[in-house]
């Protein structure tokens, strides 16, 4: 059971949960893959690119909020993968993320850490400080207050992520207005593809 600002959303996590398992995503990516494999050798690499974000980029991004820390996400990240392979006509086994930098493409987990980041962002007003919760003039005091819990499903539903990675931003970050702040960290995800959500927590020298 997951809660978007108190309020249960059961339905959202299994229609999704059903978008996953009933491997919908994968098949519409494959299809996509297929089209890059045709164009492959008729069109640019600038239009190839152009191809991936309408018929690759355009499923990841859809609802990644709910979804993307979902096990399943790991198939999806090799089918995007293997499309930025066929973009730029590298071998089976080749190492994906300097491509990823080179075409500014971001990973799946990039995707859903700079979706959690906006939403915490975006309603940052909405959630409490933790200078309003106690008066301790701790170093943490300019975090975002997150309840405890000891369920697995809830450390892991989006809300709580959400407010973790953006605790670990440093407050000139945090402070940016909203359309300098996406800027500021989608340019830091496409230099720094992610292949792992926790991979973020070691990003140092923000500026």
Not at 27 to 52: H, M, P, Q, W
Not at 119 to 129: A, D, G, L, P, Q
Not at 142 to 147: K, Q, R, V
Request: charge should be positive; include cysteine.
């Amino acid at each position: 059971m997951y809660y978007y600002f108190g309020q249960i959303i059961p339905h959202f996590i299994q229609v999704f949960t059903v978008y996953l398992n009933e491997a919908i995503v994968q098949s519409t990516i494959s299809k996509g893959l297929f089209i890059l494999r045709i164009l492959r050798n008729s069109i640019s690499t600038d239009t190839l690119i152009a191809v991936y974000y309408a018929y690759v980029h355009s499923h990841l991004s859809y609802g990644t909020l709910l979804w993307g820390n979902h096990g399943s996400c790991k198939k999806l990240f090799i089918l995007q993968k293997r499309a930025v392979r066929i973009i730029c006509g590298a071998l089976a086994r080749d190492h994906c993320r300097p491509y990823f930098v080179e075409h500014g493409i971001l990973t799946l987990p990039s995707i859903y850490v700079l979706a959690c980041l906006m939403y915490v962002r975006n309603n940052i007003n909405k959630f409490s400080i933790c200078s309003q919760i106690h008066g301790y003039p701790t170093r943490n005091n300019s975090n975002i207050y997150i309840d405890k819990c000891k369920y697995t499903v809830t450390q892991n539903s989006f809300e709580i992520v959400s407010v973790n990675l953006f605790n670990s931003l440093p407050d000139n970050i945090r402070n940016l207005p909203i359309q300098t702040f996406r800027r500021v960290v989608r340019a830091r995800l496409r230099a720094n593809p992610l292949y792992a959500v926790d991979e973020f927590y070691q990003f140092k020298d923000w500026h």
